[in-house]
């Protein structure tokens, strides 16, 4: 099969027609892996994607258990001066 590039907002994208997904149980809205080899591009459905959780991506991104990583004191806290308002603004 040949399609075209096409520009898609900020993005580039290609059509595929339904009946070839369809040949693949592919259908609109299925996850997919994109995977560059060797100058050509595989669209690989993904089997039994699940979202991730807010509790797992925490210990994903911190490397720890989530307790851990919500327990710990780290930030700094500061107050900023903006100055006194100026214009129309309403405090």
């Known amino acids: 099969m040949t399609t075209t590039i096409v520009k898609w907002g900020n993005s580039r994208g290609i059509r595929l027609p339904k009946l070839f997904l369809e040949t693949l149980n592919m ?3 299925d996850m997919v892996d994109v995977l560059n080899n060797n100058d050509s591009i595989i669209i690989k459905k993904v089997k039994n994607f ?3 959780t807010l509790k797992q ?3 994903e991104f911190y490397g720890k258990d989530f307790e ?3 327990n710990e004191e780290t ?3 500061e107050e900023i001066d903006w100055g006194t308002p100026v214009g ?3 405090w």
């Open 75 to 77: 930030y700094e806290y």
């Open 50 to 52: 699940q979202h991730k």
């Open 88 to 90: 129309d603004e309403i």
């Open 27 to 29: 259908k609109e809205n």
């Open 57 to 59: 991506r925490v210990e």
């Open 68 to 70: 851990s990583a919500v």
